[in-house]
């Protein structure tokens, strides 16, 4: 209760300043934006620091299937803001050996896993991995650029491409660009789950033409097997660009 006490008071503010001096401008480019199913790709990369000149930089270059990505909307992470980090006014203590400890690794078990099955068609597509490619250093030029050349999965999909990228002033970027895997006409088949003795049925296949072109195709059909009859085995279809038509051929079985 004494009046004549010292006393002081305190504040403080936080400004934010952005420093980008340590920001790499990182570009991936392939030399096509559409390619074919198992064909080759090359890819170029470019860094530059900010003032637009080029970095000698080790780059991290991966693509994942789009489709994957959108379930979490991953983008390539900010390496720079995980470096540069902002601190708090405080002392804190870690140990980071814990963490190894605790590190857990998750295999299959057991037998070979499922899958399968049926008799294998020829040219049929295998290669469905959602991890198109992954190269974990590719190292530029003096000038910032670099290329790489891989040979792309089957699936039929839009990749993602990501690239980050850091040189030896501790600099650190990331881009991305998305290139698509197609074919110029696709078909999905639709067929009966069972038939019997007797049974009328109508076998078909949806064609799509991917091409910006219209253009003709002719779908036929032939049974592997005795006892199945068809009215037709073969239509002649026009098809727009980019349109989608259903095929179908009616059958007997006996």
């Known amino acids: 209760d004494d009046p004549g006490k010292p006393a002081f008071r305190l504040g403080y503010t936080e400004l934010f300043v952005e420093d980008k001096t340590k920001q790499l401008s990182v570009t991936v480019t392939a030399d096509e934006k559409e390619y074919r199913p198992a064909k080759a790709a090359k890819l170029a990369v470019n860094v ?8 000698a930089s080790e780059v991290t270059l991966w ?25 708090a006014l405080q002392v804190l203590t870690e140990d980071s050996r814990l963490r190894i400890i605790n590190r857990r690794v998750v295999t299959p078990k057991g037998a070979n896993e499922g899958g399968g099955g049926g008799n294998d068609a020829q040219n049929a597509r295998k290669d469905f991995r959602p991890l198109a490619f992954w190269l974990g250093s590719v190292i530029t030029d003096r000038d910032g650029k670099a290329t790489a050349t891989i040979t792309l999965p089957e699936s039929l999909t839009t990749y993602r491409i990501m690239a980050v990228a ?16 197609s074919k110029p006409l696709t078909m999905l088949p639709n067929f009966p789950r069972f038939l019997t003795v007797g049974d009328k049925a109508t076998f078909g296949a949806t064609v799509t033409n991917t091409t910006n072109k219209a253009g003709d195709a002719v779908v036929t059909i032939k049974s592997l097997g005795a006892g199945l009859a068809f009215t037709t085995t073969s239509r002649a279809i026009r ?14 079985t006996s």
Request: hydrophobic share 40%; no cysteine.
């Open 239 to 252: 098809l727009e660009a980019g349109a989608t038509q259903a095929v179908t051929f009616d059958a007997t």
């Open 166 to 181: 850091a040189d030896d002033a501790s600099r650190f970027g990331a881009g991305e660009s998305e290139i698509r895997v």
């Open 63 to 87: 693509a994942v299937d789009f489709g994957v990505l959108s379930l979490t909307d991953f983008h390539p992470p900010n390496v720079r803001d995980a470096v540069y980090v902002k601190k």
């Open 48 to 55: 530059q620091d900010s003032t637009g000149k080029g970095s």
